[in-house]
């Protein structure tokens, strides 16, 4: 059974930093690409960061720059630095792996940045 469980959002003011994290277990996470989504309120979800198993990355171009996508293989963890984070970063952050031709999603966990 695949789970991704999501933590470190919170509170910050601009410019401030939050790192969350996202522990795989389920045979989601090895050799998989792994991502960060994020969907503010009325907006659809859009993709933040992905990192592949060998850690090759992809950024939006809102967030390059400021956010830093990375794996721990050993661990089944991973994590996005969020730098100089401004209030349009406001979102639930979410983990998400596929396997095979389903996409698994984490319970998401809220990032609010005040002005």
């Known amino acids: 059974q695949v789970q991704l469980v999501e933590s470190g959002g919170g509170l910050v003011q601009t410019g401030g930093s939050l790192t969350l994290s996202c522990a795989a277990s389920?045979?989601?996470?090895?050799?998989?690409?792994m991502a960060w989504y994020r969907q503010a309120p009325g907006k659809q979800r859009d993709l933040v960061a992905q990192?592949?198993?060998?850690?090759?990355?992809n950024y939006a171009e809102s967030v390059k720059g400021r956010f830093t996508i990375s794996r721990d293989n050993v661990k089944n963890t991973v994590y996005l630095q969020m730098n100089n984070l401004k209030p349009e970063d406001t979102a639930v952050y979410y983990c998400s792996g596929a396997r095979g031709m389903t996409r698994y999603w984490g319970q998401g966990t809220q990032v609010t940045v005040s002005s």
């Open positions: 389920g045979n989601i996470f090895n050799r998989n690409v």
């Open positions: 990192i592949t198993s060998s850690g090759s990355t």
